[in-house]
């Protein structure tokens, strides 16, 4: 046997070794994960089940603000786990499913396409208390919360309104679902309050998180004449797009200022953290019951971000609309409200209803590249 | 100049020493990967403030160690193992079918739509109508490549690609107008359908439904087709020498067509089975992308029937791995999706180094088609390795 052989053999017998000693790690760390989930402490385990990822600075990331809301409030009473970037898909249903199989108390689906999963496994462990956030199906432990993310919309319409001198705005949204109507046509009712000639340019993109292709929707819009752009779509693309071309636009679903310091002019931002906590609270106590919340401006399930980037006279009407809908003085949806096709779904003077906005399918005239 | 040079490895398996030779390469290729991915693996979850033994654990052995994580191990793998084995007949065949998805995606549509509009539902046909519905529906779109590629001799890799496109707008289109259903809001989604028209689950609490025992037969008729009847013997053919095929009197447009529709029947099997047995209701994203990987799967797999189950489970188990450990360890998604990847590519590396070996060498005048440069596209196909010339017909 030469010595390369001798080596060789060396080697090959050194990595049996180091196969069976990892197998052999392997084994112990088995044991040693079955003996301490034996002496897991009482806690209460809340899991979160998020469509994007906890960076989409969108979203999914005030979700996550809220997660860590629960921690901050109850400390070590709470173990909270999530996963990120679940599909909406049949996938969905597995992802809840072990998090129910985990043990968990609470479990909060933070998308709507999460629905029909969330109840189906809750179907199976009448135990466990879940919340799912944008739905409308319920049963005995399933709750549904959201927030009325629409009377953002309209102020944001306001200031857009008054800022843009095309009068186009531009408006990247997701999928055609009553959430992103009400949004779109929010936002324009908001623009048409203050400025009649507005219309809303819309690119759908059929996804709630894709960097790349928000980016190209919101260029497009520019590149067709917007100086406004608005988002229902997670990332922070079309604003730094935005941002790039040296026009306005508004972040979403998170403050996305330090995105872009000098066009964004405000965004709607989602507080999950306050409901949270008090679903939590009520889990802990046994007062935990299936509901519908709906919160808006007034419960403090919404906020604006800082009015920014705009002169004072457009900040105070901005500050008068958030006043107005938080007060109940303004009224978003009052009629008459006539859809693209020219179909009236609202005669003058009526206010449109909650039911009616939940299903809502429509967009208003004026409204550029409805579904 | 110095010249890199992939050469095949070959074997005299006739003799002991050339058997052994054999036997140990394959044992290198089985174990190496898997420790430099370990390796990776540990890193990966260190740099992620993650103690690496406690990482692996999460990602590989913890998934495995309920009744919910085998089972979800078995509902991942087998639409995985079905696209997969459809997508044997036409890379065996040399015909590049990337479009799988767009027939998963066809697959569930023709499913959902038998059984809204066509089935009454109190049939006892009716389980077996919404498969048939979906492998229809599934090959009728892997038709449209064969059409194009075998008639107008369109590239079937980039019509098969970008016909994906156009299910999932199709898929779109039909969830938010015709097929949405009335009582949902205005939700883009189908209604439900009723409990007579799902598949039974097989175990309480879990995911697995009947659908999931598909592919046993699925693997054996696969297997049946490829290596004990003629259309497979004209498959392997105009696989490895089309010429010979054709003096052989094996259609070329035939084979196309042939494999075509068989592989896109399954993959709609396989887009049926997830609606019926899983969702219950066609949703805008109906896949998490199991057309695409079912590619990677079948190459793992070694193109071999048994080996693209070992494969569907193998990756099945990377992507269950990753959703474990991002409960118990906090691993970022991406990072799991990183571990995935550099597992996959260790395998797949590591299967092509077992049968080729590099060697660097100074020019000298060889006859050409004896060796191949570094820059060729070498196929990662098992054949080659039986083959002195190694072919580069992609």
């Keep these: 046997m030469t010595a390369v052989q001798k080596s060789f053999h060396f080697l090959r017998s050194g990595l049996w070794a180091f196969s069976a000693t990892c197998l052999l790690a392997a084994s112990f760390l088995v044991a040693m994960a079955l003996v301490g989930t034996a002496d897991a402490q009482e806690k209460t385990k809340v899991g979160f089940v998020y469509v994007g990822p906890i960076g989409d600075h969108g979203w999914t990331h005030a979700h996550d603000v809220g997660r860590r809301a629960l921690e901050e409030e109850f400390g070590s009473g709470v173990e909270t786990t999530f996963l990120e970037s679940v599909p909406e898909g049949a996938d969905a249903e597995g992802a809840i499913r072990r998090l129910a199989n985990e043990g968990h108390d609470v479990i909060f689906t933070t998308s709507f396409g999460y629905m029909n999963p969330t109840l189906k496994v809750a179907r199976e462990f009448p135990d466990i208390r879940f919340e799912h956030a944008t739905g409308y199906k319920r049963s005995d432990n399933v709750s549904t919360y959201s927030i009325r993310f629409y009377e953002g919309r309209y102020i ?19 999928f055609p679902i009553p959430e992103v109507m009400r949004g779109i046509n929010a936002f324009l009712l908001g623009a048409r309050s203050v400025n009649p000639e507005v219309t809303l340019h819309l690119v759908w993109v059929n996804t709630w998180f894709d960097p790349g292709k928000e980016r ?67 889990a802990k106590d046994g007062s935990w019951e299936s509901q519908d919340t709906w919160g808006g401006l007034k419960s403090g399930m919404l906020t604006m971000a800082e009015y920014a980037n705009m002169p004072d006279e457009v900040k105070a009407a901005a500050r008068t609309a958030e006043q107005g809908i938080r007060d109940g003085s303004v009224a978003i949806w009052k009629g008459p409200l006539v859809d693209t096709d020219g179909t009236e779904h609202l005669a003058a003077g009526l206010e449109l209803s909650d039911q009616a906005l939940l299903g809502m399918a429509w967009a208003l005239e004026g409204v550029q590249g409805a579904p | 100049m110095l010249i890199v040079r992939i050469e095949p490895r070959e074997f005299d398996t006739t003799s002991t020493q050339g058997a052994r030779a054999h036997l140990r390469v394959l044992g290198l290729a089985a174990v190496v990967p898997l420790l430099v991915s370990l390796l990776l693996g540990g890193l990966i979850f260190l740099s992620n403030g993650i103690p690496p033994l406690h990482g692996l654990h999460a990602f590989f052995i913890a998934p495995l160690s309920d009744r919910l994580g085998l089972t979800e191990l078995l509902v991942k793998a087998a639409p995985l193992a079905l696209i997969a084995c459809g997508l044997l007949f036409v890379f065996r065949a040399n015909v590049w079918n990337i479009g799988a998805e767009g027939q998963f995606i066809l697959g569930a549509i023709g499913a959902t739509g038998t059984a809204l509009f066509l089935v009454p539902q109190d049939s006892p046909f009716c389980l077996p109508a919404l498969f048939l519905g979906g492998v229809i529906a599934g090959a009728a779109w892997a038709g449209v490549v064969a059409w194009l590629r075998a008639h107008l001799r369109v590239n079937e890799i980039l019509c098969s690609l970008m016909l994906v496109y156009v299910a999932q707008l199709l898929l779109h289109w039909l ?220």
């Design chain 1, 216 to 282: 190209d929707a919101a260029q497009s819009l520019i590149d067709r004449g917007a100086d406004i752009i608005a988002q229902h779509t997670d990332s922070a693309a079309p604003l730094q797009v935005a941002s790039e071309n040296g026009v306005f636009a508004f972040g979403q679903a998170s403050d996305m200022r330090a995105f872009a310091p000098r066009a964004q002019l405000s965004a709607s931002v989602n507080s999950w953290g306050p409901y949270y906590v008090a679903r939590v609270q009520a």
């Design chain 2, 175 to 394: 969830v938010q107008s015709p097929w949405r259903d009335p009582q949902g809001y205005n939700f883009p989604e189908t209604a439900l359908f009723e409990s007579s028209l799902m598949l039974p689950i097989l175990v309480e609490r879990t995911r697995l439904h009947l659908g999931v025992l598909f592919v046993v037969p699925a693997v054996a008729l696969t297997w049946l087709l490829l290596n004990r009847s003629l259309f497979g013997l004209a498959i392997s053919v105009a696989g490895r020498a089309p010429r010979a095929a054709r003096f052989a009197g094996f259609s070329q447009k035939r084979i196309i067509w042939m494999t075509l529709l068989v592989s896109g029947g399954f993959a709609g099997l396989a887009g049926a089975v997830e609606v019926v047995g899983l969702t219950g209701q066609l949703v805008p994203r109906i896949s998490p992308g199991y057309g695409f990987t079912a590619i990677i799967v079948a190459f793992l797999g070694g193109l071999h029937p048994l080996g693209v189950v070992a494969a569907a489970l193998l990756v099945a188990l990377t992507y269950l791995g990753g959703e474990a450990a991002q409960v118990t360890t906090q691993l970022p998604y991406a990072a799991a999706g990183i571990f995935q990847g550099l597992l996959l590519f260790s395998v797949l590396a590591f299967g092509f180094f077992s049968r080729h070996r590099v060697r660097f060498t100074r020019a000298v005048q060889r006859p050409a088609g004896q060796v191949l440069q570094a820059s060729a596209n070498l196929p990662a196909n098992p054949s080659a390795n039986s083959s002195t010339n190694p072919r580069v017909d992609l």
């Design chain 1, 156 to 174: 944001q319409g306001v200031i857009a309104g008054h800022m843009t001198q095309s009068n186009a705005i531009g408006y990247v949204a997701a």
